[in-house]
């Protein structure tokens, strides 16, 4: 049937901010309904209180409520919009909870207002874990032994009666918040305690544990025809066990029987029709035994597009929010165009004739004295994933995108060897298993003994030992002996020309050099959704080596943009809002644009943001190869944070041309000593400071120095592995610590200014002129990252004097360094002085949060300026509206109870807020502002 005509308004509810188990594959779903409802002529009004998200951009939606996720909030926008239905499933379960909430106080019935995407009796069957159990009881859907818990004695009696282990699982939660398994009895207490505390409604379902059984998940779309179809079958690399987020998954299923994955999609749909009538997305998650009979069991059921949403969207190239937004308002799916053929139904299931592996990514330095034993509560902060030909190729392009100091799984010489510290590291998982399993059989430990441990499915293992045999073989040649067919079957295993460098003992330069003399070269795959069934349209691509390329390299101007890499505390959604920007802005100035990343939650790697997408690692090798099939007129560095910074270097050697600020002067904003030596010349105040490569250098420069110091290394973001000593063996500690880290970074010494404030600019730049965009004053005093800072936009405090300093300061830096885009300057004041604390000639993490204050898309004028289209007098800048936004920093500790909490120089939130607030006597600032004092009085 057609879309339904009554739905004229749709109010979208966001995911809020960036927390640990909900990320930006929200944004990306988000962002991808409003276009999807917008192209239909419905009035998009969307609520979302994260100001780093492409979601929240007045090109999204009509009307944008950067409100609070409260019935308040949502009442508001009810009586100030003709609503006509609410779709609450893009914006994960925080979205889905308010949905609820306003639900039981009445307010959708108040005000007429329709739920589309789902129904409440769906969430509340698949969030009632006890409602759950039974229905699935009623359709014959196995699951294991189970009973909900609302008290502490309640649970303990079901602990008796099952025996141990168990899992508890908390209900109304998101990212497994609240669940564990429990294999010991004396664990018990805490960890209901804990997942009771956990649940809004104080319920746990107590489950039965299936240890060792392996994990799957299938993401479906369902019509109001009642038509049903799978998008993907995702598999966990890890058994049950460890929460699926931080698990290694693999798409397609490699290790299930076709018998048994027919049962799966049959149960899977079954379910779907069971919890309620509705038409749009789901995930549903599933337990098989790992032997012959491939028994099966229910899990869960999400009702929404999940966080394996964005994930499957990437990796069929099937667009679930743009589909599933279009169901909601009535659709059926054989109406609808796929986009990616062109001229075929999104009425199918997508065939993929590739491999897809998602790694997650973690920040457990971030977090001292956290458990990083991986389990049932997600702990990861982002993810990448590799395409290839095959599971070798894409598991080698997936860790090459994890920016971990790796250049693949194996082969550089980083293996742990201590086989004790190996098999405890494979019976309880953490970050760094896959390596450690890469390690155990490289040992010699049986492949048996590896599987019995990790209970990782022995085809995984084998995939893996392979490589390993595959690797002696190689290691047994040089550069000069090894063939052609050798080298191609490294490179079709999805090696790195660094990896293969090491193990013939040779330079990266070498191998790469013989394999194109000998026409081994990357060629181009689309990602098509149908396996080249049908000629795809869509310019979607993947690398690979063998003989046909399907990327054709056009004769017009085009422009790369290098994106930001995997989610991680200190570079996060905000080098994505940028990136996708850029490549707007390019775009619009009639370049094609070509997006580079390796991170499938976000919206530049949306398939039709820019003209062209590679999803490759943004690592060397991979980048230099699209440069030279591309042959652009230049690559944006300065929008993918350091990432896409860090390339700036090789890019400048290459002869690549930088688009916007020079690498000369990227270059020397970063060298300490040499920007020091221009703020001198230009008469601008800055901490003593100095640069050093070993502990005996920092001890001697302390004595000129004096304490307290703040110990960096160059080159980092969110403040890694700084921090304020205030002694010589706290100072020599900080750089051993570092230099194991680090070893090739210098390491930054700055006298500290204790009880400063600390303030920052961000501008753009033409080169000569500058326009200031946004002057923020941070609650904190200086010493405190400014990630983790509350800051007020514009300053509430500071004087003329010092405002004035700000100004004249950041313009002199900026023409100083040749700007042409974004800087960023972060000052501490001190006895009405301004001391320079740092230059960031890029986008900072705090553009999106100006942009969406003023409401002006500095990231478009930055990008026009970069490329030469403008300069700074061409531009007419709204009039600031009076009143002030303040960026509100959003943690995740409750993941990791047990670590430090106290903030420092180094980042640990994990998101932002933005609220506005009229004056100076608003309760809010009152609160937060309370902190300085308390910081003051330390």
């Not at 926008?77 to 609450?88: G, R, T």
């Not at 400014?786 to 300053?795: E, N, T």
Request: charged share 25%.
């Amino acid at each position: 049937m057609p879309r339904n005509k009554d739905i004229n308004s749709i109010l979208i509810i966001g995911s809020g901010p960036i927390v640990i188990g909900q990320a930006c594959e929200f944004d990306y779903s988000g962002s991808q309904a409003a276009r999807s409802l917008k192209e239909e002529g419905i009035e998009i009004s969307l609520i979302n209180s994260n100001p780093a998200t492409i979601m929240t951009d007045p090109m999204t939606a009509d009307h944008v409520y950067l409100l609070p996720l409260n019935p308040q909030s949502i009442e508001q926008i009810l009586k100030e919009q003709n609503i006509d239905a609410v779709l609450p499933t893009m914006g994960g379960q925080t979205a889905l909870n308010l949905c609820i909430e306003c639900d039981e106080l009445g307010l959708f019935k108040k005000y007429d207002v329709d739920i589309v995407g789902v129904d409440i009796k769906a969430i509340d069957i698949t969030e009632n874990r006890e409602e759950f159990r039974k229905l699935l009881a009623t359709i014959d859907i196995p699951v294991a032994p189970s009973k909900t818990a609302n008290s502490f004695l309640e649970g303990k009696a079901i602990a008796q009666e099952f025996g141990f282990p168990l899992v508890i699982r908390a209900s109304y939660t998101l990212g497994g918040t609240g669940a564990s398994f429990v294999h010991h009895p004396e664990d018990f207490d805490e960890l209901l305690n804990r997942g009771l505390h956990a649940s809004p409604i104080h319920e746990v379902m107590i489950d039965k544990a299936v240890i060792g059984w392996k994990e799957y998940e299938l993401e479906l779309l369902r019509d109001n025809n009642d038509n049903i179809i799978i998008i993907c079958s995702i598999e966990n690399f890890d058994p049950m066990g460890v929460h699926t987020g931080d698990s290694v998954t693999v798409a397609p299923a490699m290790t299930l029987s076709d018998k048994t994955y027919q049962k799966m999609r049959d149960m899977a749909i079954k379910m779907m029709r069971a919890i309620g009538n509705f038409a749009g997305g789901c995930n549903v998650q599933f337990a098989v035994s790992n032997d012959e009979k491939e028994e099966i069991i229910a899990i869960e059921i999400n009702p929404r597009v999940s966080r394996s949403s964005a994930l499957a969207s990437k990796a069929t190239g099937y667009p679930i929010a743009k589909i599933a937004a279009k169901l909601a308002i009535g659709y059926n799916l054989d109406e609808l165009p796929n986009q990616i053929t062109g001229n075929t139904s999104a009425f199918f299931e997508p065939t993929l004739d590739y491999v897809i592996v998602k790694i997650p990514r973690w920040n457990f330095d971030k977090f001292k004295g956290a458990d990083r034993e991986l389990g049932l509560q997600m702990k990861s902060v982002g993810e990448v994933m590799g395409i290839g030909r095959n599971f070798q190729e894409a598991l080698q392009k997936a860790c090459q995108s994890l920016e971990i100091r790796r250049n693949g799984l194996g082969a550089d010489g980083r293996e742990l060897t201590n086989q004790d510290e190996l098999e405890k590291s494979l019976a309880r998982p953490s970050w760094n298993r896959l390596f450690h399993v890469y390690d155990a059989l490289k040992l010699g430990i049986p492949i048996e003994k590896v599987q019995k441990l990790s209970k990782i499915d022995a085809w995984f293992l084998h995939q893996i030992f392979d490589l390993i045999n595959f690797e002696k073989v190689i290691a047994g040649q040089t550069i000069d002996s090894i063939d052609k067919e050798m080298l191609f079957e490294a490179k079709h295993k999805g090696y790195a020309d660094r990896q293969i460098a090491h193990l013939l003992n040779c330079l990266e330069s070498e191998v790469y050099k013989k394999r194109n003399a000998l026409g081994i070269k990357r060629v181009y795959k689309l990602v098509d959704t149908c396996a080249a069934e049908f000629e795809a349209q869509t310019p979607y691509y993947y690398s690979s080596f063998g003989e046909e390329n399907e990327s054709v390299s056009s004769d017009k101007k085009k422009i790369i943009v290098l994106g930001s890499g995997p989610n991680r505390i200190g570079q996060g959604i905000e080098f994505d809002y940028s990136c996708v920007h850029g490549v707007l802005a390019a775009k619009a100035l009639g370049y094609e644009t070509i997006m580079i990343n390796c991170n499938p939650e976000t919206v530049s790697t949306d398939f039709d943001t820019a003209d062209k997408l590679y999803f490759e690692p943004v690592f060397w090798e991979h980048i230099y190869d699209i440069i030279l099939h591309e042959k652009p007129e230049g690559v944006i560095v300065q929008l993918g944070g350091q990432t896409a910074l860090k390339l700036a270097e090789k890019l400048d050697r290459y002869n690549i041309p930088i688009i916007g600020t020079s690498f000369a002067s990227l270059d020397l904003a970063e060298d300490r000593g040499r920007f020091s030596t221009l703020l001198k010349a230009l008469d601008i105040p800055y901490p003593k400071f100095g640069s050093v490569t070993s502990a005996s250098e920092g001890l001697k420069l302390s004595d000129e120095l004096g304490f307290p110091l703040l110990v960096r290394p160059s080159y980092v973001l969110g403040g890694q592995n700084m921090k304020i000593v205030i002694n010589k063996e706290d100072l020599e500690r900080q750089i051993i610590k570092i230099h194991s880290i680090m070893p090739e970074n210098n390491i930054l010494l700055d006298h500290f200014l204790s009880g400063a404030i600390e303030a920052e600019a961000d501008a753009i730049c033409d080169g000569d002129d500058s326009y200031i965009i946004g002057v923020m004053e941070h609650i904190e005093p200086a010493g405190i990252h400014s990630g983790d800072s509350y800051a007020v936009l514009p300053p509430f405090d500071l004087s003329k004097k010092v405002l004035d300093q700000i100004e004249q300061y950041t313009k002199k830096i900026a023409k100083a360094l040749k700007v042409k885009g974004l800087i960023n300057i972060q000052f501490a004041i001190k006895d009405e002085v301004v001391y320079i604390i740092e230059a960031n000639p890029r986008a900072s993490r705090t553009v999106p949060f100006i942009a969406k204050a003023y409401q002006e898309p500095y990231v478009k004028y930055a990008t026009e300026l970069m490329l030469g289209a403008k300069k700074i007098k061409d531009y007419t800048f709204k009039p600031r509206k009076k009143g002030f936004a303040i960026k509100v920093p959003v943690f995740s500790f409750n993941k990791f109870p047990n670590v430090n909490k106290e903030l420092g120089p180094e980042m640990k939130s994990t998101g932002e807020e933005i609220r506005f607030i009229d004056d100076l006597k608003d309760p809010f600032f009152r609160t937060v502002y309370a902190e300085r004092n308390l910081y003051l009085s330390r």
